[in-house]
């Protein structure tokens, strides 16, 4: 028999999450940027284009820094300690489950 939850428990069992789902996502997309950038950076010939890509390169980089750097200060991340980031990610994880019951 299915448990149902009213839609306060959800938003409450939700809520802590979306800030950390929101970094998640804006930090992955930075790191994407920041391989895409270089990658671009050492396709191009032209010196023009080359500057242009560094600049972008080089805000994608410090973007991906500050993002990183709110993240942790704020405790949803944890690169420097590896078995703090598996306990973060596991209690994420139980969290999810935790909604579908």
Not at 43 to 65: C, M, N
């Amino acid at each position: 028999m299915p448990t149902t939850k009213t839609k306060e428990m959800l938003v409450k069992a939700i809520a802590p999450m979306d800030d950390l789902a929101i970094a998640t996502d804006m930090l992955l997309s930075a790191k994407a940027a920041v391989r895409s950038y270089a990658i671009a950076l050492t396709e191009t010939a032209t010196p023009k284009v080359h500057k242009v890509l560094k600049a972008q390169l080089d805000t994608a980089i410090k973007t991906h820094q500050s993002i990183a750097a709110y993240m942790i200060e704020n405790e949803m991340y944890h690169p420097y300690d590896f078995t703090g980031q598996v306990e973060h990610d596991v209690k994420k994880a139980e969290t999810a489950l935790d909604l579908l019951k």
